[in-house]
């Protein structure tokens, strides 16, 4: 055991760091420089891809928040519409299946319960097809749908998933070129995604470097029993993610907003003695997001802002900014995981929890 953490005192930070590597080998034989090869899906892929009109998504936990990013790239780069449900709900409400829905899951065990029973369920339904976006080639979920694509994160022990949420993303991304081939997606797109993906192993080392500053900044959490986490647009769920991260592993309460919605609740909450955590890209909602985060500084909160060289946030004692390296901002959500990652594992390593088996959770939730 402790030799296969080789290094690193948890499997969660080793897997951390596995990231860049994982995320080249997803990539690898499916793209060339600025193309997603044709063998990326097979010939039956490939058809079945031209026929979708719809996506519906169905996953749990992180896996959960790969697919609520995918929605907005399904939505906007592909123009395909997308659903997305936690399978939990999924498979207990009748539904209206559109023609040409493809049904996809996404699971870095592929054994959830909830994930294929809803997948067994939607068998019966009339979807266009199934694919299953999953970390275990020969698991159930694969087996069972129609169509698969790997992600190859390697084995994931940590309980708190982490390179298998971010090779979903890239495989996502790599499924919305290939669908958004037939529809909205231009040839100057997928050229710009592509190199957008290939730089990414190395925006996530730099970003990986900048681990001693997200260390000292989780000490400030050792006493606190709240948090919440903000994001916009295709940042929220990289929030619902940084908050389940941390709540999974160091048992404080973390809650995540998209940052228009404070006003509707959450602003009641914002005092000094809780952490408030954005995300800050250099996308079209930036500016707005700068203007929710005045209103949570107006009200005496402590602000940690993750934010792109070319958003300058002015850093006070109450406001840390960690500046992180420019990237397209279409698959930042991607590179901007990454710090809260390494922020929850901090925290936990300081609280002193089980960080690779917290308590009361399973790595894979095999029964309902
Ligand atoms: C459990 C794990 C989570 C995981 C979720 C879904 O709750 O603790 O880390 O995201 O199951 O698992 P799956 O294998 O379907 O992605």
């Known amino acids: 055991d402790a030799a296969d953490r080789g290094e690193f005192r948890h499997f969660m930070a080793k897997e951390i760091h596995e990231q860049p590597r994982a995320v080249a080998e997803t990539l690898e034989a499916r793209v060339s420089e600025q193309r997603v090869l044709p063998q990326a899906f097979g010939p039956e892929a490939t058809a079945v891809l031209s026929k979708t009109q719809r996506i519906q998504i169905v996953a749990c936990g992180t896996s959960f928040h790969a697919g609520m990013v995918a ?20 498979r207990y409400r009748p539904h209206v299946v559109a023609d040409g829905t493809l049904f996809v899951t996404l699971s870095q065990s592929g054994e ?60 996502l991304m790599i499924t919305v070129i290939a669908a958004g081939r037939f529809h909205a997606l231009p040839e100057s797109m997928e050229r710009r995604l592509v190199e957008a993906l290939r730089h990414l192993p190395r925006q996530i080392e730099e970003v990986l470097s900048l681990e001693p500053q997200i260390k000292t900044l989780a000490e400030q959490f050792i006493d606190k029993h709240h948090s919440l986490f903000l994001g916009r647009g295709m940042q929220y769920p990289i929030a619902m993610e940084g908050a389940l991260k941390l709540k999974e592993i160091s048992y404080i309460h973390a809650e995540a907003y998209p940052a228009g919605e404070l006003k509707h609740g959450p602003l009641a909450l914002v005092d000094s003695e809780m952490p408030v955590i954005a995300v800050a890209p250099n996308d079209d909602l930036v500016e707005k997001l700068r203007s929710n985060l005045h209103e949570v500084q107006a009200r005496g909160g402590r602000l940690i802002i993750f934010a792109d060289h070319a958003v300058p946030f002015e850093q006070d004692q109450d ?31 300081l609280k002193g929890t089980d960080v690779d088996q917290p308590r009361n959770l399973a790595k894979s939730v095999t029964v309902e």
């Open 71 to 90: 929605r907005y790239w399904f939505e906007s780069l592909a123009g395909l519409p997308c659903d997305i449900e936690v399978a939990s709900e999924f």
């Open 112 to 171: 959830t319960a909830d994930t294929l029973a809803a997948l067994r369920e939607a068998k019966q339904m009339g979807y266009l097809a199934t694919l299953a976006i999953c970390n275990v080639p020969e698991s159930s979920l694969v087996r069972e749908s129609d169509l698969a694509m790997m992600t190859r994160a390697g084995p994931e022990i940590g309980v708190a998933s982490t390179k298998a949420f971010v090779t979903q993303l890239v495989a």
């Open 319 to 349: 406001t840390h900014v960690i500046v992180i390296p420019p990237i397209d901002d279409l698959i930042s959500p991607i590179l901007y995981t990454v710090p809260l990652q390494l922020l929850a594992y901090h925290v936990a390593v």
